[in-house]
């Protein structure tokens, strides 16, 4: 799986993003260290807190079918029918991710014609995790 694949991947998972009142429509694709790629998109509700974004909810598919380990996941959104040149995750998301994922994790951002990768030990330094319960 290229960066690049998985790139397109999120593209496709966006298309199904159910985003009726922000109108900003995000997919991911999350890599398992299995190579099985796990989709999702953002889930809006009338009630708007129950709203799920799209990298939880590939996350939460992972997880339910077995997967604990991931390498990478793309994420792009933009307003309506435009891909944004960059959708940053949200810090819920980030924390959401670092319960399961390595600081050297990648992140890939920005749009299949321009990725830009980071980890998640950049996106979030200083994380409270689950050494720290120990
Ligand atoms: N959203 C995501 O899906 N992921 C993020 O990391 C940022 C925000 C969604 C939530 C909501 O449906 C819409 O984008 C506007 O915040």
Redesign the pocket.
């Known amino acids: 799986m290229t960066d690049l694949q998985l790139m397109e991947l999120a593209v496709e998972a966006r298309e199904r993003s159910y ?1 009726p009142y ?1 109108g ?1 429509h ?1 997919g991911a694709a999350l890599l398992g260290k299995s190579g099985k790629v796990y989709l999702g998109c ?1 889930v ?1 509700n009338a009630g708007y807190s129950p ?1 799920n ?3 939880r909810t590939a996350l939460f598919k992972a997880v339910s079918e077995g997967e604990l380990e991931f390498t990478a996941i793309a ?1 792009v ?1 933009g307003k309506g029918k435009e891909i944004a040149e960059f ?4 810090g819920v ?1 980030r924390q959401a991710l670092a319960e399961f994922c390595e600081g050297d994790f990648r992140i890939l951002l920005g749009t299949p014609k321009d990725i830009r990768v980071y980890t998640l030990n950049e996106l979030l330094p200083f994380s409270f995790g689950k050494a720290d319960l120990h």
């Open positions: 985003a922000s900003f995000v953002n809006e709203t974004c799209a990298e994420i959104g959708c940053a995750p949200c998301c």
